[in-house]
């Protein structure tokens, strides 16, 4: 909330910085619009580990846009253009929307080039939709005559709502689901202590990965750091449905890749070799536990798999052929 304060509260500095200082303004206003653009645009396309400094630089570049925006300027009439000034106000909407058809989308028909227009179509169609039957009702409404009468009834209902929640909570826990605020904590027996990374495989050390019950059923778990926010969720299966899980996590590489060319401030190719070695005498053991109609869970960051990262192409379509002769046995 607080970075998101200040995007907004740009606006605000850049009005009272003009008040102030005309000269800013007058020396903003000699550059070129269509620059400022073409440097947000830019922005836009710089990595993901760079988040930040790009929310601070298309904050920064929207301000300077936003003074040397003149009339006499052609940017000023493409952004001031009816068309252009209604996506704006949708813009809101069109945030909203966007996900969900993406998110169903990739989950149903995926998407393809064919399908874009028909997404970004339905996307626009529900933005508008929302936009004037629902936003612009609910902003512009004066349901009671004087507005501070709505803004109080408005704080009523969400008070007596709230209210409501919390009362349930109480009444109905355990049938009633308002979300889970279970400390980590709890969750002790699948730590980083308990099941080291990146050590020479041995039983007794494995064993500690290991949760057991008498039902039965195997839950192998295995995966990059990312795998780590599933412990307490496999620490509850073991203990309510009686999964024996078998964890293990490849925390600082690719996974599964097994070549590694890319160097970082402490890990050579060699050494990324070496905790591979480790790492598969680990999995080989796993593997050697599982029987028919156990249940394997990957869990490892999608982008580097399929992104930027160094794999070599021949290991980014990788299957576990070990395993598959493992389930079918």
Not at 41 to 53: E, Q, T
Not at 296 to 307: F, H, P
Request: aromatic residues 12%; contains cysteine; glycine residues 6%.
């Amino acid at each position: 909330m607080p970075t998101r304060f200040w995007e907004m509260a740009a606006g605000c500095l850049n009005f009272i910085g003009f008040q102030k200082r005309a000269s800013i303004e007058k020396l903003l206003e000699k550059v070129p619009p269509f620059l400022v653009v073409a440097l947000i645009v830019v922005v836009m396309y710089l990595p993901m580990s760079l988040a930040a400094a790009s929310t601070v630089a298309v904050v920064a570049l929207s301000s300077i846009l936003i003074a040397s925006l003149k009339k006499q300027t052609a940017a000023f009439k493409v952004f001031t253009n009816p068309k252009v000034v209604y996506v704006g106000l949708i813009s809101y909407s069109l945030y909203l929307w966007h996900w969900g058809v993406l998110s169903i989308s990739r989950w149903t028909i995926g998407i393809h080039w064919w399908s874009v227009p028909f997404q970004v179509a339905v996307m626009l169609c529900m933005a508008v939709t929302s936009y004037r039957w629902i936003e612009t009702p609910l902003r512009k409404g004066n349901w009671h005559g004087k507005r501070w009468k709505t803004l109080v009834l408005g704080g009523g209902v969400l008070v007596t709502l709230s209210g409501g929640l919390v009362v349930l909570g109480k009444q109905l826990k355990g049938s009633f689901y308002l979300g889970d605020k279970s400390d980590e904590s709890k969750f002790m027996r699948l730590t980083g202590d308990n099941c080291p990374v990146g050590r020479e495989f041995k039983l007794e050390m494995v064993e500690d990965c290991i949760l057991k019950s008498n039902n039965g059923r195997r839950l192998l778990v295995i995966g990059d750091s990312q795998s780590r926010h599933l412990r307490p969720l496999l620490e509850m299966l073991n203990e309510v449905d009686g999964f024996d899980i078998l964890f293990y996590k490849s925390s600082g590489t690719n996974f599964p890749s097994l070549t590694e060319t890319r160097r970082t401030n402490n890990k050579s190719p060699d050494d990324f070799r070496k905790h591979y070695k480790k790492t598969l005498d680990h999995f080989d053991y796993y593997f050697a536990q599982l029987e028919k109609g156990d249940i394997m869970i990957l869990s490892s960051r999608y982008e580097l798999r399929w992104g930027k990262r160094p794999i070599p192409q021949q290991q980014r379509d990788m299957s576990f052929h070990t395993t598959m002769q493992i389930t079918k046995s």
